[in-house]
């Protein structure tokens, strides 16, 4: 019955608080009108919007953010040093094709974000059947020990995560 009402609760919550700041004037009026706004809105595009990817392992979650921010971290050293003290054309830059047991849409997506925002690595394409991503890689000497470490450090937390 409140998923009927409000399908979007943070959403609502949000477009009320954006509301009342860019009116400037917190007054029980615009948050009256923001609120308002925040339930039709939401309530009015529910139909485009797809269902909620459910997580299995919200405590995963954490352990998965902790290792992005890592490897974000070390990464970032890595291509400084790249960047610094090699040549372009020592660079064993190469695209390399991450095969998928994922298969929910969210999964695939944050893995392709996850990739992308480490640095030293792009997701270029999905497969037009989702099974595999297009990723280039700025340095690296054996591109199965990238997939590899890819399958092992991200999609099989996805994996617990989303499936």
Sequence with gaps: MLTRLVPHPLLTLLIAVVWVLLNNDVSIAQAVIGLVLGLLI??????????????????VVIEYLL???????V???QVAYLILFRRGDRLRTRYISVPL????????TVLAG???MTP???????SADGCALLVHCLETDD????IARIKTRYEQRLKRIFE
């Design 120 to 126: 030293g690595t792009v997701t270029a394409d999905v």
């Design 114 to 116: 996850t990739i992308t």
């Design 75 to 77: 990464s970032n050293v």
């Design 42 to 59: 939401p309530k009015a595009t529910s139909a485009y919007w797809p269902g909620r990817p459910r997580m299995r392992a919200p405590l």
């Design 101 to 108: 047991v994922l298969t929910t849409p969210e999964a695939i």
């Design 67 to 73: 290792i992005v921010l890592w490897d974000i971290v």
């Design 143 to 146: 591109p199965e020990a990238t």
